[in-house]
Structure formats: structure tokens, C-alpha cells
T-cell receptor
């Protein structure tokens, strides 16, 4: 079956750095997405990786290793507004998004 | 980026009534739209994939006669929850994909509460 694993919850301090990991086992691979979702709102797009390596976009970076079925989202200079759930999703061979359960990130002052 | 709207954003209805939710792609044509449901503290669950001009493809366990999907144009898909019950209370989110892309653009979601 298809499976995506990410930690349920993480806590970090304002101004610090946090890395959210995601491992996946899917039927086929056409890219991995990271989305941010604030409570009561729809997800918003953060990043898309289809090739191995690190993609940097401002304070957020995303890494992919296809051979290891592994990705991480790195958030730097954390701000209180970064408190949200972070969803990892893989596009499978049918171009269907397979979603992880999300990681709730709590930022403390 | 592409914009997807949903209407209504929030609806409260009595048990047994039907509720229609609209999903529109505002600045692009979406041949494929997706309907998700999200219960509190859970991840998104794909309900169905809607293709313009054809019948929707429902995920296992989703009743097609209860959740009616119509994708009559390239910019509009509707989800009708028929004879809604309290257990249908959830956050319903649509997304749309441009024909040549892989990214899904999400609508703001509809909070349905069935009393």
C-alpha cells in the first residue's frame, strides 16, 4: 500500500530552525509537495521537489532523496506565524496526491 | 498564482437537507478538480476526482449517490451533499489543476455543520 509518514507534532522556539521529516512509499513518484495549513484554512503551497537535492525559497527549504524515499522541510528564523500544520504529499504514478497526516508545528516565544 | 474560490465558506443546515458547494477556478481553466474532506486534526481525504464533461471518479468508501459531483464547465465544479447528517459535518476543500501542470491550487474550504 501507499504510505507517507511524518511526525505528528513538533515544538520549536521563535528565531530558531526546525526540520520536518517525511518518508514515503508510493506506487510511482512524480514529485513531492509541502503545504502549510493554518487551523480552519485550506492548505497553501510551499514547495515542489521532483529531483534530488535542496530547493531554497526564502526562509523555507525543501530537500528530496528519491532513493531513500525521504524529504524534509527546513524552516529558518522561525516566526510565531509559522505555527501551523505542515503537510507532505506525494504525486503518484496516476498523478494523484497521496497525503501525509501532517505535522503540527508549535512555536514558542 | 492560480486562484480557486469556494462558496459558501460556511454553512449550517438541518439533518436531512441537501447542501451544494461550488468550486470555481477564477483565472485558469481546470480540466480536473478534486474534492477533499478533512475532519478535525486529521489530514485531507480525497473524496473524488472530477473531470470536465465526464463522470467523477470516487474514492473507495465514498457514496456517489450521497455526494453528487457535477463538473459542467472548465471553471466550475459542484459538490452536493444530499440528505446531510451530523456525521457529514466536516471541512470540505476543493482543488484544481491546470491541464499542463502538477500542482493543485486549493480553494479556501467550506465548513459544513449539520445539526
Amino acid at each position: 500500500g501507499q504510505n507517507i509518514d511524518q511526525p505528528t507534532e513538533m515544538t520549536a522556539t521563535e528565531g530558531a530552525i526546525v526540520q520536518i521529516n517525511c518518508t514515503y512509499q508510493t506506487s510511482g513518484f512524480n514529485g513531492l509537495f509541502w503545504y502549510q495549513q493554518h487551523a480552519g484554512e485550506a492548505p497553501t503551497f510551499l514547495s515542489y521537489n521532483v529531483l534530488d537535492g535542496l530547493e531554497e525559497k526564502g526562509r523555507f527549504s525543501s530537500f528530496l532523496s528519491r532513493s531513500k524515499g525521504y524529504s524534509y522541510l527546513l524552516l529558518k528564523e522561525l516566526q510565531m506565524k509559522d505555527s501551523a500544520s505542515y503537510l507532505c504529499a506525494v504525486l503518484d504514478s496516476n498523478y494523484q496526491l497521496i497525503w501525509g497526516a501532517g505535522t503540527k508545528l508549535i512555536i514558542k516565544p | 498564482g492560480a486562484v480557486v474560490s469556494q462558496h459558501p465558506s460556511r454553512v449550517i443546515c438541518k439533518s436531512g437537507t441537501s447542501v451544494k458547494i461550488e468550486c470555481r477556478s477564477l483565472d485558469f481553466q481546470a480540466t480536473t478538480m478534486f474534492w477533499y474532506r478533512q475532519f478535525p486534526k486529521q489530514s485531507l481525504m480525497l473524496m473524488a476526482t472530477s473531470n470536465e464533461g465526464s463522470k467523477a471518479t470516487y474514492e473507495q468508501g465514498v457514496e456517489k449517490d450521497k455526494f453528487l459531483i457535477n463538473h459542467a464547465s472548465l471553471t466550475l465544479s459542484t459538490l452536493t451533499v444530499t440528505s446531510a447528517h451530523p456525521e457529514d459535518s466536516s471541512f470540505y476543500i476543493c482543488s484544481a489543476r491546470i491541464p499542463t501542470g502538477t500542482e493543485q491550487f486549493f480553494g479556501p474550504g467550506t465548513r459544513l455543520t449539520v445539526l
